[in-house]
């Protein structure tokens, strides 16, 4: 009998942490949303219905999936190199690539103002190079924000990644070559299945990272670049469209588990372990 | 198709620490040749060497009449098979057979076909679709077998492909991997630190130490007359005694054992005999006797046990301590004086080892 429960006993303080702190104020946010007396989704309507908003989330899509595919290239290319290097350097590297999480948010998304702006670095050494006489205006650019999250997504990506790359047996790497396989053949064929289920974590990671960041976008895009969690802010400090900004929350909400389940889907096909 | 493998003054180090020595080796075409040794004796850095995955510092490796030597990995068209099976986890079964069917750009349907004509031969046609996870570790390296024979290579290496198996999966595993390398006729290099297991699959035997070959040859010859004190110890000759000739008369020799017996030998049997030599015995090769009037090394017996067909015992002599088997009626006692009489059918003459 005391088996039994003993689980649960140990399970239940996280357990009502997470039922207190999170499902309870994220369903009373949805169901805030569906009390509209002018019908049950006038809300939702209402945020398809204005081409700013659908703006906003097709953004928001596109800002969060370049950020997304970019970090797992970069962040597969990086991991690599670094779970194929030698006791030593490796933890040099892994140190060197974690370094950039030991600052906040705001700090690296303000380091991207000082390296984008008029007067940044990029643009003086641009002009001193004699590449341009003029300046580019890069900050408040889509560009500018998909460069900041990717900087400050691809630490996660490239942690996640070492450990998956590592776990990959040495002699199931030679049993490949053994048979044939040529590196790039053995990189496609057995290398890169077995690091899916690690890709997908990682995707995961820097996609609803992305998709729901608010201070890179607010800082690095400005009110030209509005995504989703700028627009929530603004719906309900701003305007205090408390339903407005719960709409934008579940609407968030449905995006980033679609993706999710998506995205498991699609590691599924390409490595059966993979859950 | 079968090519012999030769191996040519190989030197291979690992950063500065020399594993391998100046070493040679050929195999026959269709021959089984195991590298037989304890661990850090070479015998996986001579496979890793052949199969590529190291570069040796020093040597060649020619398979049939192609150099091998400087040739990646993937192009040595070499089966292998690991001790951890190496199977892809994320392939069936099937799909693990056909992998090196694909990259010789085998059409799907064909490939398809011989991998399940191989995975029949191996037992395991009811299994094609599982994934490796699924599967018992006799059956993983049923599949590894299969896997690596497929591609019909001219050379099949093993790397201790049985050590993860239980003694009577071992067993028939070992007879299974014999039957299909004879039907094949495949070159094959078996590396294994298990003496009975090299002796009963294989043509001839290299037993290493230090990065060397210490004695290449047909496992009976190994166990009957070893070459050098090493292989004698490897082959269960436990009681080395140090030998001097005190006397030849023809083909007659009279050597004295430390403590001054002297016993005769038969260069018609032993071969020339030189003056300073090891007399080598398995513990079977000692008689125990308690006859004071017989010609023997005078012994004080320690620890007795129980064999089952012999009793064996712990002997103190002028020349060391001895292991002998004794006849089991009557047992001797412990701490008895008892001569030890080398049964010249089970002794061998060694060169003195010269550390």
């Known amino acids: 009998m005391k088996k039994r429960y003993a689980g649960w006993i140990l399970a239940s303080p996280a357990t009502i942490a997470i039922g207190l702190f999170l499902i309870l104020p994220v369903a009373a946010t949805i169901a805030s949303t569906f009390g509209d007396e002018k019908g049950l989704l006038a809300p939702y309507y209402a945020f398809f219905n204005s081409g700013f908003r659908r703006g906003v989330l097709w953004r928001t899509l596109e800002i969060s999936l370049a950020t997304t595919a970019i970090s797992l290239v970069v962040g597969f290319l990086t991991a690599y190199v670094v779970a194929k290097s030698p006791g030593r350097l490796k933890s040099i590297l892994i140190i060197a690539a974690v370094f950039p999480l030991l600052t906040g948010v705001v700090v690296r998304s303000f380091a991207f103002l000082i390296l984008l702006g008029k007067n940044g670095i990029l643009n003086n050494f641009l002009v001193g190079v004699g590449i ?15 460069a900041a999250m990717v900087y400050l997504f691809v630490p996660l990506m490239i942690l996640t990644l070492v450990g998956v790359l590592e776990n990959i047996p040495e002699d199931v790497v030679q049993a490949s070559a053994s048979l044939g396989a040529s590196p790039a053949a053995t990189f496609r064929q057995v290398i890169f ?26 800082l690095v895009g400005g009110e030209r670049q509005m995504v989703m969690g700028t627009l929530m802010y603004q719906r309900a400090m701003v305007s205090f469209d408390w339903v407005g900004a719960s709409t934008i929350a579940a609407i968030m909400v449905v995006i980033t588990i679609s993706v999710v389940l998506a995205m498991s889907r699609i590691a599924r096909r390409l490595n059966p372990m993979a859950t | 198709m079968t090519l012999p493998l030769t191996i040519e003054n190989l030197t291979a180090h690992y950063g500065t620490t020399r594993v ?23 015998k996986t850095t001579t496979l890793r060497l052949v199969a590529g995955f190291l570069e040796p510092t020093a040597g060649t ?3 049939g009449g192609k150099d091998l030597t400087k040739l990646p990995a993937y192009k040595r068209d070499i089966g292998l098979v690991f001790q951890n099976y190496a199977l892809f986890p994320h392939l069936s ?27 029949d031969r191996v037992g395991l046609a009811q299994l094609a679709e599982r994934l490796p996870g699924a599967l018992s570790g006799g059956q993983k390296q049923r599949v590894a077998l299969a896997r690596a024979l497929v591609i019909e290579p001219p050379l099949l290496m093993f790397d201790e492909p049985l050590s993860n ?72 000759f436990e009681n080395l005694i140090p030998m001097r000739v005190s006397r030849r008369t023809g083909a007659e020799v009279t050597a004295e ?18 003056d300073d030599f090891v007399l080598a015995t398995r513990p079977d090769g000692l008689a125990v006797t308690s006859d004071p009037n017989v010609e023997g090394l005078p012994a004080t017996l320690g620890l007795r046990t129980y064999l089952g067909r012999a009793y064996q015992y712990q002997c103190e002599t002028e020349a060391g301590a001895l292991i002998a088997n004794g006849q089991l009626s009557p047992p001797l006692d412990i701490g008895a004086g008892a001569k030890l009489v080398p ?8 060169k003195p080892e010269h550390p």
């Open chain 1, 193 to 218: 299945p077995l690091a899916v289920p690690g890709l997908i974590v990682g995707a995961v990671l820097v996609f609803t990272g992305s998709f729901t960041s608010y201070a890179t976008p607010q």
């Open chain 2, 61 to 63: 490796i020619r398979l």
């Open chain 2, 343 to 350: 049964v010249p059918d089970q002794c061998c003459v060694l």
């Open chain 2, 165 to 236: 198996l239980d003694a009577k999966l071992r067993v028939d595993m070992r007879v299974e991997i014999r039957q299909l390398q004879r039907a094949n006729g495949t070159t094959s290099v078996y590396v294994t630190h298990d003496q009975e297991e090299a002796f009963s699959i294989s043509d001839r035997v290299a037993i290493m130490n230090a990065g060397r070959i210490m004695q290449f040859d047909t496992p009976e010859v190994l166990y009957q007359r070893p070459a050098n004190a090493f292989v004698a110890r490897f082959v269960g």
């Open chain 2, 257 to 274: 054992a430390p403590g001054g017996v002297a016993l005769q030998f038969s260069q018609d049997k032993f071969g020339p005999i030189p």
């Open chain 1, 132 to 146: 341009t006489d003029q300046p580019f205006s890069m900050l408040y650019t889509q560009g500018a924000v998909i």
């Open chain 2, 20 to 42: 391998l020595e100046d070493l040679s080796l050929s195999v026959g075409a269709g021959e089984l040749v195991s590298l037989l040794g304890a661990s850090g004796c070479g």
């Open chain 2, 93 to 119: 079964v099937l799909d693990n057979v056909a992998f090196g069917l694909k990259q010789r750009g085998v059409a799907a349907a064909e490939r398809e076909k011989r991998a399940r004509q191989m995975l």
